[in-house]
T-cell receptor, first 114, second 112 residues
Framework: NAGVMQNPRHLVRRRGQEARLRCSPMKGHSHVYWYRQLPEEGLKFMVYLQKENIIDESGMPKERFSAEFPKEGPSILRIQQVVRGDSAAYFC????????????FGPGTRLTVT | GENVEQHPSTLSVQEGDSAVIKCTYS??????FPWYKQELGKRPQLIIDIRSNVGEKKDQRIAVTLNKTAKHFSLHITETQPEDSAVYFC???????????FGTGTQLKVEL
């Protein structure tokens, strides 16, 4: 049973470029969460999506960040015009249904902005 | 919103000793409390969780206790081994939807 997949594992972008992070949930899971982890800090919730719907984006910065989970394909977290402060590990998690709560994490994408 | 505090931030124990990590939460509506283990550069791994209708749960050397009245929950690791060395995160969920609110982590070091 394949786990949560994320790619790329490492991403280097120059300031001002765009970063696209992809997440494929576990088989049978239709709920996706994105978290950001700054160096030596805990995980901070960003956004919760179901297929074609954003359910909770209370943790997303108001500008430059967007997320989607289309009917087909992976969930994508998009960061436009990246700045140095965006450098972090971005983790995706999935769960099988609303109210299940158990969330299983992918390996993360480590974004470095130079 | 929910706020989770975790203590201690670092913990060193001798191999074979027990380790205890404590968390408090603020939202009385939270009803799900998982613990994750994260090794350096790796993904957080769910190691145990507890729901608010249960006071204690055990899985081999790991146990979690929950005091809903005091809004405290704790992770207990017995007979620690070097491979237990990692950062452990507590979290709370269920009160404000499906998202998890994490504590700041405890760096556990098990020394030989």
């Amino acid at each position: 049973n394949a786990g949560v997949m994320q790619n790329p594992r490492h991403l280097v972008r120059r300031r001002g470029q765009e970063a696209r992070l992809r997440c494929s949930p576990m088989k049978g899971h239709s709920h996706v969460y994105w978290y950001r982890q700054l160096p030596e800090e805990g995980l901070k919730f960003m956004v919760y999506l179901q297929k074609e719907n954003i359910i909770d984006e209370s943790g997303m910065p108001k500008e430059r960040f967007s997320a989607e989970f289309p009917k087909e394909g992976p969930s994508i977290l998009r960061i436009q015009q990246v700045v140095r402060g965006d450098s972090a590990a971005y983790f995706c998690a999935s769960s099988p249904r609303a109210g299940a709560y158990e969330q299983y994490f992918g390996p993360g994408t480590r974004l470095t902005v130079t | 919103g929910e706020n989770v505090e975790q203590h201690p931030s670092t913990l060193s124990v001798q191999e074979g000793d027990s380790a205890v990590i404590k968390c408090t939460y603020s939202d009385s509506a939270s009803n799900y409390f998982p613990w994750y283990k994260q090794e350096l550069g790796k993904r957080p791994q769910l190691i145990i969780d507890i729901r608010s209708n249960v006071g204690e749960k055990k899985d081999q050397r790991i146990a979690v206790t929950l005091n809903k009245t005091a809004k405290h929950f704790s992770l207990h690791i017995t007979e620690t081994q070097p491979e237990d060395s990692a950062v452990y995160f507590c979290a709370a969920g269920g009160g404000g939807g499906n998202k998890l609110t994490f504590g700041t982590g405890t760096q556990l070091k098990v020394e030989l």
